[in-house]
């Protein structure tokens, strides 16, 4: 009902009812409990054509705000929305290679989130919750980062260590998660029911739907496509095994594929994976034949790797996101396409589109925010807790 | 609620509704439309503690009976139930390796149907419904095999075919649907959510269970893990692909991983997998050096690759299954868990058990039949349809 509101920008409990199929006196319940929460606001009426006229009511601009916050591998990503989950500021900072330290990333994610606070002038009372995507397998409940293998971090309590500076709710969960949450209320998941959004950043992995749910697994870390094995006894990955998806198609990855093809490139910066995917981003706008070469190398692992998904899950749509994909994507698709065609089972094939994320700003923190919302919704005991799709 | 009759033997509806926690008058309308149905029966009556006896049901064993046809690339076999899913009669044929057109194979599961009903002494009137397993993939609604890659069969209109001498309702899927529904209705998967049946025969895939539900995917080709890539521009499939699953660890993988270690084995039975597979068996129970390493061999495979569904799918259990695990599964189960320790991230390695199958009998029978049971009482359009877990 929320995303329906959201939809239509303004709208009358009459037109929800018939919408959504709920009874107009549920939805007059709820939309109660919204405008006392100070989610909703009443904008006016609507001439009902003889009847009495009808409130109509809209997300309230100046109610809470949400908080949605990127920890990546290589930056820091804060968002903050207001309920209709419209941008109202936007903040990043670097993260250096040696910085990654629970505590350097800390200390990085609460001057975003202050500065993002004060750029809207929003303080503190007035944020409904924030939600945090850490990279990495996550206890939503404890708060705990498990494991993140690319920084080694193993049971990290990073929502304590967030709460010593930030008082407002913290709900913590994975990118994988926050993406496919995204997709299915804003992006290429609306109206499907089996959704894959496969996240290519430092780390990848599949972000899962089936039936228009989230699908988190037995014990919240389904969608470790990236540590599925694409060669045996192949590259040496951080989780331990070999020959893992990431270690070909994740930014390190990308930039072994770039090593083995011409080691004195000029388009590689050691040890920096955003200025190298940035140089081969270019390299391929200005048509030079090595960047070609590494992406279409790339492509053709991840063709596999996407035609594994496509034959297991059998899903509607494969969505390409984070800033790999937001980088290289254009460069990447048609190819990966093509790989794509040549090892996905025809029947499955047929009944998949393939397709980058066109979720405008940042998907995770997006998606983070709107587990903010659901989680806060849940968290007040009111019916509206059922409103939104749960997750 | 049939599922709760067939395991308590008999039961008054006060019971089934305090079991279940529909309402007792839900309860007593459903009972009634399959006492009218002559799939439950009255069977007496019990004594309520000073209130009305209570009447008590049981499943009819003398109501219609199901048929379940597994149809594998070597064999068909056929099995008889009553409505509790009790077996009446089995009965088995072998497929030679040249027997692979459909009028051939029709004619083999034509023939086990009818001495399965002699054998019992059932008449085609009494049948409620036939479901048949045939590897690959179906177009369940129009009963037609799109693609059954062992056999190269394409559009293959085989309800039609069964129909002109099999005066039954025919219902068509394959046996990964039909080993998930067995052991969430009768194995490993009762009462659990997230489950993957692992099947090991001519072909392998992984029948996926979520929330407890069969999945199916958007054209009902989910599970199709024999044709994911375990090693890149490796050994050529049928499917057209190189370097998938099936090709290391399917039969004929196995026969390959044998003819690469020792390729005059005694063991080796060419163009005939049943006796190859059921020669390893025996010389893995005899000591034999290279069985035990053809096990190996093949458990290094099937460990990656089990693992790979445990990061990507999370599952509570995964369930290895079908004629192969059959005979080498014991031999297997062990080096399988090894490797599969090596190559799953920690976090759903815990939370998953692997298991073999553990039902008696054919799981697949089992599994078409509770189909045929389930689109019975779907087909008669009675609230009954309701009573089975939907799938
Ligand atoms: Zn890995
Ligand atoms: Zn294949």
């Not at 929320?2 to 939309?31: E, F, K, M, P, Y």
């Not at 971090?153 to 993406?179: Q, T």
């Amino acid at each position: 009902m929320l995303r329906h509101i959201i939809a239509s920008a303004t709208v009358s409990r009459q037109q929800i009812a018939s919408d959504t199929g709920l009874s107009l006196a549920t939805v007059s319940n709820l939309v109660g409990e919204l405008l006392e929460l100070g989610l909703l606001v009443e904008v006016g009426y609507q001439d009902s054509g003889g009847g009495r006229p009808r409130g109509l009511v809209a997300i309230n601009p100046n109610g809470g705000v949400l908080v949605g916050i990127d920890v990546a591998e290589t930056y820091v990503h804060v968002e903050l929305f207001d309920p209709a989950l419209t941008v109202l500021a936007s903040v990043e900072e670097e993260l250096h290679p040696e910085e990654n330290r629970p505590d350097q990333v800390v200390a990085h994610v609460v001057s975003s989130v202050e500065s993002a606070l004060a750029t809207a002038g929003v303080g503190h009372d007035r944020v409904l919750g924030a939600g945090i995507s850490v990279p990495g397998q996550v206890d939503r409940e404890g708060g705990v980062s498990v494991f993140a293998p690319n920084w080694d971090w193993h049971d990290v309590p990073l929502r304590s260590l967030l709460a010593r500076s930030l008082d407002m709710p913290l709900y913590l969960d994975n990118p994988l998660r926050a993406c496919v949450v995204a997709e299915l209320w804003f992006g290429a998941g609306r109206g499907r029911d089996d959704v894959v959004v496969v996240n290519l950043g430092t780390g990848v992995g599949a972000g899962l739907a089936f039936g228009g749910a989230l699908y988190r697994g037995a014990t919240n870390s389904a969608g470790e496509w990236g540590h599925t094995t694409l060669v045996v006894d192949g590259r040496l990955c951080h989780c331990g095994s070999r020959g893992c998806v990431e270690t070909y198609v994740g930014a390190p990855g990308i930039m072994q594929n770039l090593r083995d093809l011409a080691p004195n490139s000029p388009f590689l910066h050691t040890d920096d994976q955003t200025a190298t995917i940035e140089a081969l981003a270019r390299g391929v706008a200005d048509g030079d034949p090595v960047a070609a070469k590494v992406v279409t190398e790339t492509a053709r692992y991840l063709g596999v790797a996407v035609a594994d998904l496509i034959n297991l899950v059998n899903p509607e749509v494969v969505v390409l996101s984070s800033w790999v994909a937001g980088l290289l994507g254009d460069a990447l698709l048609a190819e990966v396409r093509a790989v794509v065609g040549r090892h996905a089972l025809r029947r499955p094939l047929a009944a998949t589109e393939i397709t980058l994320c066109r979720i405008a700003g940042n998907p995770v923190s997006l998606g983070a925010a709107t587990f903010a919302l659901e989680r806060f919704l849940s968290a007040i005991g009111t019916n509206a807790g059922g409103l939104v799709r749960q997750t």
